[in-house]
């Protein structure tokens, strides 16, 4: 998408939308080795769109993939031509895809209205399910949780707010990715400014709920005229390696056409672009227009990347959207 776009638990009960800032860096990692990622591998379409008129049917996209119990766990977002809302899907080894159930719709009650509660990222956090997704006008960020990914329970409000008057982020905050790192749980996400720049940011946490953004946002800006991402960045996934912070993150050029690109970090902060163009760019025709939205695993120096794609140059929707995976693989840098 765009923006790259039950019983309340008690934690969820007490949200609050104050803007807090600090700086910080993410924790010191081992002395970094110069390496380089390389795609090993590309699938075909592992999670294709639903029957006409099902939930799912337009546009499959935005996975975000974990192991738990025993078994993957893929929460992706459904697209009908109207409503954005998010499901899940099981697989035993990460290829094979069984949909399960629709989880979130949006509440047109609430702060979320009713176009979109989907583009979210999942974490498996003190033995729970917690889902940050994307909602509301302007956009922002908002927690479910679930003990068992079938009853789940939303917050009040959002957990991310928008910025103030003149921020980077001032109109719209989405495309949460979460990970964690030492005594901190930190969320990657995109602001958009008043001048519909859409760029990178992070926010770090203790507890998935209160948030405190880096005071020096955003982390990473659009790219030169010409490239591949100088319409906006969206979409991140961090992980490391190798002593490094690593982000593959969708990038927006002129003529809507998305492109995945790579960069690296010491810090998780001061991140530097790898390579001078796009690193991962589909190929085949039903990716031919559109990469986005990764979704990462990292094991022994191998990366599972799942991801959305399309075949539809359309800066959100209507991509004809399916879900691919392809690998990485480190190796020495020339």
Not at 148 to 173: A, I, Q
Not at 251 to 272: F, M, T, Y
Request: glycine share 12%; proline share 7%; charged share 20%.
């Amino acid at each position: 998408m765009r923006y790259s776009l039950c019983v309340v638990a008690p934690a969820l009960a007490v949200l609050s939308a104050c803007g807090r800032y600090a700086d910080f860096t993410l924790p010191a990692l081992q002395p970094a080795k110069e390496v380089t990622y390389k795609v090993a591998s590309v699938s075909p379409p592992l999670l294709t769109r639903g029957a006409p008129g099902a939930w799912d049917s337009v546009d499959v996209l935005n996975p975000s993939v974990l192991a738990w119990r025993g078994k993957y766990i893929n929460f992706y977002s459904g697209f009908d031509g109207h409503t954005w809302r998010t499901g899940i899907a099981t697989s035993p080894d990460g290829l094979r895809w069984e949909k399960s159930r629709q989880i979130l719709t949006p509440n047109p009650s609430t702060w979320e209205g009713d176009y979109i509660a989907a583009n979210g990222a999942a974490l498996v956090f003190h033995g729970r399910l917690f889902y940050w997704y994307q909602a509301g006008q302007p956009p922002r960020i908002g927690l479910a949780q679930s003990a068992d990914g079938v009853s789940w329970s939303k917050g009040e409000r959002p957990v991310l707010e928008t910025g103030p008057r003149g921020s980077w982020d001032e109109r719209g905050v989405a495309d949460p990715y979460v990970v964690s790192f030492g005594d901190f749980l930190y969320m990657y996400y995109l602001g958009q400014d008043r001048a519909h720049r859409q760029m990178l940011g992070v926010a770090r946490s203790r507890d998935g709920v209160e948030w405190t953004k880096l005071r020096g946002n955003p982390v990473l800006e659009p790219g030169a005229p010409g490239q591949f991402d100088e319409r906006g960045l969206g979409e991140p996934a961090v992980w490391t390696a190798s002593g490094w912070y690593w982000m593959l993150y969708t990038g927006r050029d002129a003529h809507e056409q998305r492109r995945i690109g790579l960069a690296r970090s010491r810090d998780g902060v001061h991140w530097n672009r790898v390579g001078k163009g796009s690193f991962f760019a589909g190929g085949d025709q039903w990716n031919s227009q559109v990469v986005c939205d990764p979704s990462v695993i990292e094991r022994a120096g191998e990366v599972r990347v799942w991801y959305g794609g399309g075949n539809q140059p359309h800066p959100d929707q209507n991509i004809d959207g399916q879900i691919g995976l392809f690998t990485l693989t480190l190796e020495s840098a020339r």
